[in-house]
């Protein structure tokens, strides 16, 4: 970069090396060690010293001075006690290393336009890179600036060096390597490199770039050809200008193309208003009919609140009684359930095994089921005592599973007695075949499907405590589960409700036997009785009474007609109506009957 072109805008960055709070006296310190000789009296060297600072560039020691092999000098630290070695070192570093910082000025006494980072406990500082680029050209344009370097030895911080400083005077160093700075010496870091006042200038190393084509004399031509006729071509417009504005100066002014325009600009407003109009009336209706709309459903949504209020209030009122009649349906189920059970338990009596037998051994309805433990070898008489008990036990819990609403997870086959079987629908399993029998039938495989089949009997065994809110301990006590289900579903502090009266009622339809008038008018009234009885409500007790007292009648007036005329082949049924002609339906209302009450 050329000396006139440095401006404060390309400086980046300052370098402090050689930091020094010492300054020489008398002579500088090249002219101490150069040892010249004085022609002034010894007197004069006497008195105060009189002698300005030296600005020498270069030592005055006489090369003829120092020796081939210079002798080793000693030290004053060689013989002293590591404590004053270790002050003497403190104090070296105590007197040359300081906290720096530097600021710049455009002028002596103006405000700094940049203040640098503090650099701690040093002699050589690299502050950071700064961009003065952002100050305004008032700065950025100077090529001269006042550096001020502050230095904290101890408390307080104190100015160490003042120097005016202009870029054209620097000189080029390239680098700060090998280089001998005096003290306090700055180092200026430009653009195109680093830069120095009190160091002798480098030559700087020519920029290796390509050769750029320069333009021809031709080109030269036809750019200052071009340059003309543009220049012309400006004139022209400005004369041109200037008399268009004379004419228009010159003419009188005409109002109607103003007018015009502005009657069309004014039609074109008035055009765009109606527009609007039009738009605003029909958001306006289209608003009041929403409302309108909006309104009515206020009113429907205010009237259904209302009803549903209404609604509310009356359950409210009829609350009280829905919830005593709630409980006292599951007092009543709660009942029914362990007559059930207790009904159950008679039917299907689980009692312990034979003396002798093992622990935890019963039997069901006399028949003896282990617990999950067997002998394969047995008896074909023994398997089949097995089969009917496991039989019973799949009717028990088929029977259970509706009068607890507990569902069982495997569905059972109840109704074949011993040949009972169990399916599983749940389970993934190789085999397509999902019917395992609760009977041995031979084999291997036979063998397997048994006790899969006693297994999920138990499982749904399980279910069953379950779901009564029991613990099973261990599934494989097929029995003792079922019985302990049964004693606990029938167990309670209250009296076990009685049946509901009515019984079981069979409704048959055809025509009684044919021969005896009596007896076909008295069919057709018991089959008129089975419709309506005489006008009683059908399943009471009055209407059940007169078909027990006629059928009670048919019979025994059928068996003395036999008797006394009849063949013995056609006495031994004694029923009132025709078994191959009449077909008989039975229909339930459930466990009606009061057996207490007829017992």
């Not at 338990?345 to 095994?353: E, K, N, S, T």
């Not at 379950?466 to 579903?489: F, M, Q, S």
């Amino acid at each position: 970069m050329l000396p006139q072109n440095r401006r404060l805008r390309h400086l980046q960055g300052i370098y402090i090396r050689n930091l020094s709070f010492t300054r020489p006296h008398g002579r500088a310190a090249d002219d101490l060690e150069a040892d010249l000789p004085s022609n002034k009296p010894q007197s004069l060297h006497d008195g105060a010293p009189q002698l300005h600072h030296a600005h020498s560039s270069e030592s005055l020691m006489s090369t003829t001075r120092v020796a081939a092999n210079p002798r080793r000098r000693s030290t004053t630290l060689a013989n002293v006690s590591p404590v004053t070695r270790q002050k003497q070192l403190e104090y070296t570093v105590e007197s040359r290393a300081a906290d720096v910082f530097f600021s710049l000025h455009c002028a002596e006494g103006d405000e700094p336009v940049y203040i640098s980072e503090v650099g701690e406990r040093a002699t050589n500082f690299n502050f950071r890179f700064f961009d003065l680029s952002q100050t305004g050209p008032s700065v950025t344009r100077q090529s001269q600036l006042v550096v001020k370097i502050w230095a904290k030895r101890q408390l307080s911080w104190t100015l160490l060096v003042t120097q005016q400083v202009n870029l054209r005077n620097l000189n080029y160093l390239g680098t700060v390597r090998n280089k001998h700075f005096p003290p306090n010496c700055l180092v200026f870091h430009l653009l195109d490199g680093v830069y120095s006042l009190e160091l002798s200038s480098k030559k700087p190393e020519p920029k290796h770039a390509a050769p750029l084509p320069t333009s021809s004399y031709n080109a030269l031509m036809k750019l200052s050809n071009l340059d003309n006729s543009i220049q012309d071509a400006l004139a022209t417009r400005e004369a041109l200008t200037a008399q268009i504005n004379s004419l228009l100066d010159r003419a009188p002014p005409d109002a109607v193309p103003q007018a015009q325009e502005s009657a069309l600009l004014a039609s074109k407003y008035v055009t765009a208003q109606a527009r609007a109009l039009r738009a605003a009336e029909a958001r306006r209706a289209a608003l009041r009919a929403s409302i309108a709309a909006r309104r009515s459903a206020i009113e429907e949504g205010r009237a259904a609140q209302e009803r549903a209020a209404d609604d509310v209030a009356h359950a409210q009122s009829k609350l009280p009684a829905s919830r005593a009649l709630l409980g006292a349906a599951r007092e009543s189920i709660r009942g029914q359930r362990r007559r059930i059970c207790e009904d159950l338990a008679r039917i299907f009596p689980i009692a312990p095994a034979a003396p002798g037998a093992p622990p935890l051994a019963f039997a069901i309805c006399g028949v003896p089921v282990p617990n999950t433990d067997y002998d394969p070898t047995s008896s074909t008489a023994a398997e089949d005592a097995l089969s009917a008990g496991l039989g019973l036990v799949a009717q028990l819990a088929h029977l259970l599973q509706f009068y607890l609403s507990a569902p069982l997870p495997y569905r059972l086959a109840p109704l074949l007695g011993s040949r009972s079987g169990v399916r599983d629908d749940i389970s993934l399993l190789p085999d397509a075949r999902r019917d395992f029998p609760l009977f041995l039938r031979g084999g291997a495989t036979a063998q397997y499907r048994f006790d899969y089949a006693w297994f999920l009997l138990n499982k749904d065994v399980e279910a069953l405590c379950v779901a009564a809110g029991l613990k099973v301990v261990d599934i494989r006590h097929t029995l003792p589960n079922l019985k302990y289900l049964l004693y606990v579903c029938s167990a309670g502090r209250d009296d076990v409700p009685e049946r509901r009266r009515g019984g079981v009622r069979g409704l048959w339809a055809g025509r009684l036997m044919k021969g005896s008038k009596g007896a076909a008018s008295g069919g057709s009234s018991l089959d008129d009785g089975a419709s309506s009885t005489g006008g009683s409500r059908p399943g009471s007790a009055d209407s059940g009474s007169k078909q027990r007292e006629q059928l009670m009648g048919r019979v025994i007036s059928r068996e003395a007609s036999d008797a006394g005329g009849s063949s013995a082949g056609s006495s031994v049924i004694g029923l009132p109506f025709d078994e191959a002609t009449t077909k008989l339906t039975l229909r339930t209302k459930g466990l009606r009957e009061n057996v207490g009450a007829r017992a």
